[in-house]
């Protein structure tokens, strides 16, 4: 059997969020990377990184191969996207907003950002999808697995499943 591949998805916070209100089933490419798309197997891993924030939020395994589906699950800047090629996922370590981990801390100790001159590091997560080497993967999974186990604490000084907790408004 081969081994699986890394991937890295990129997406907004906001997707992510989405994501997680369907039970994270569901992990989508954008239209132009059918060929990547069709490279997904069941055991592959993904690593999801949100743009804006910076920010890794969580690991999911691939439980399925790709298929076509233009139902509207997530949003996109570029009119019409709509993340056609999916793949069902089972989430592995999923992150609270306040326990996501920080990009800028990673990409110093990750092989695949050594590509881009150290100064310009971020161009390492530009795009929708990228393969990342297996040491990668699981250097970023190790410290999710370490936030997730850390009690992160709110300006509020409530922890991460506090806050998730608390009413809209609430503070």
Do not use: C
């Amino acid at each position: 059997m081969a081994e699986p591949t890394h991937w890295m998805l990129v997406s907004g916070a906001d997707n992510f969020e989405r994501s997680r209100t369907q039970g994270f089933k569901l992990a989508g490419m954008k239209s132009r990377h059918y060929k990547k798309a069709e490279r997904v197997r069941p055991g592959d891993k993904v690593v999801f990184y949100l743009t804006g924030i910076q920010k890794f939020g969580g690991t999911a395994q691939a439980t399925s191969r790709f298929f076509e589906d233009h139902t509207p699950l997530w949003a996109s800047k570029k009119a019409g996207e709509d993340y056609p090629y999916r793949f069902k996922i089972k989430p592995d370590i999923i992150l609270d907003p306040l326990q996501f981990l920080p990009s800028d801390v990673m990409a110093r100790q990750m092989t695949y950002t050594k590509k881009w001159p150290t100064q310009h590091w971020r161009l390492a997560f530009q795009g929708n999808v990228h393969v990342l080497p297996k040491e990668d993967f699981d250097l970023i999974r190790k410290e999710m697995h370490a936030s997730a186990k850390a009690t992160v604490r709110s300006p509020s000084g409530r922890t991460a499943t506090q806050e998730k907790r608390l009413p809209v408004g609430s503070a």
